[in-house]
C-alpha cells in the first residue's frame, strides 16, 4: 500500500479519484492516520467526494470548477491518481 504523504509533490497540483464513497472513506481514513487535515478537520469528518486535492501542506481540500477543469487538462503539472490504486498489495 502506498501512503497518501508520498503523493505530495509542490511543482504539481495532485488529485485522487475516488470510484466510490467507501473508497473515499478509506482515503480518509487512511489520510488521518497519517496526519493529514480537512479544512482544520479530521478528514474522516467530511462527507465523500468523487475527487479530492491533496496539497503540500499535508492538507485536503474539495476540488470546485477550476481543479476539475485542472485535473481533465492533462498538463504537466498536474498529477491524477485512482483512489484504489493507494490500496493495491
Avoid: W
Avoid at 503523493?7 to 467507501?22: C, G, P, Q
Avoid at 478528514?43 to 501542506?57: C, G, Q, R, Y
Amino acid at each position: 500500500m502506498k501512503t497518501i504523504e508520498t503523493l505530495i509533490n509542490a511543482n504539481k497540483k495532485v488529485y485522487v479519484r475516488m470510484s466510490s464513497d467507501e473508497i473515499c472513506r478509506r482515503f480518509y481514513a487512511q489520510a488521518e492516520h497519517e496526519g493529514f487535515t480537512f479544512g482544520g478537520k479530521k478528514p474522516t469528518e467530511k462527507h465523500p467526494s468523487d475527487l479530492i486535492a491533496v496539497l503540500p501542506d499535508k492538507a485536503l481540500c474539495y476540488v470546485g470548477t477550476f481543479g476539475r477543469i485542472a485535473s481533465q487538462s492533462g498538463a504537466e503539472n498536474v498529477v491524477v491518481v485512482d483512489g484504489e490504486e493507494l490500496f493495491e498489495p
